[in-house]
Nanobody
Framework: QLQLVESGGGSVQTGGSLRLSCAAS????????VTWFRQASGKERDEAQG???????????LYSDPVKGRFIISQDGAQNTVSLQMNMLKPTDTGMYYC??????????????WGSGTQVTVSS
């Protein structure tokens, strides 16, 4: 069973940066995509929005429009980790960030494993 553990959340001011990491362990299936989802305050996790996605072991990434040019998703195959570098943070980036693995980018119904989430708070 695939397990995901996030780390790196915290509180920053507008314009600051944070780096999130997602460590995978267990049985890692093939043809896997890792998506970072943001769950805004007052919303359920199934309303979380995908912000960035990467295909494991391949040079393919996808970003939502609000984070293009500010966030960078990357992977370290040797460490089985996926990271999300978040720059020029805005208050609208605030939320619980989940790392999730599945067979498509951004599609919650295709997710096979979720992390427990890490909170990001951006103050103005």
């Amino acid at each position: 069973q695939l397990q995901l553990v996030e780390s790196g959340g915290g509180s920053v001011q507008t314009g600051g940066s944070l780096r999130l990491s997602c460590a995978a362990s267990g049985n890692i299936p093939s043809n896997l995509y890792v998506t970072w989802f943001r769950q805004a305050s007052g919303k359920e996790r199934d309303e979380a929005q995908g912000v960035a996605c990467i295909r494991v072991g391949a040079d393919f990434t996808l970003y939502s429009d609000p984070v293009k040019g500010r966030f960078i998703i990357s992977q370290d195959g040797a460490q089985n980790t996926v990271s999300l570098q978040m720059n020029m943070l805005k208050p609208t980036d605030t939320g619980m960030y989940y790392c999730a693995a599945g067979h498509y980018c951004f599609r919650q119904r295709e997710i096979v494993s979720w992390g427990s989430g890490t909170q990001v708070t951006v103050s103005s």
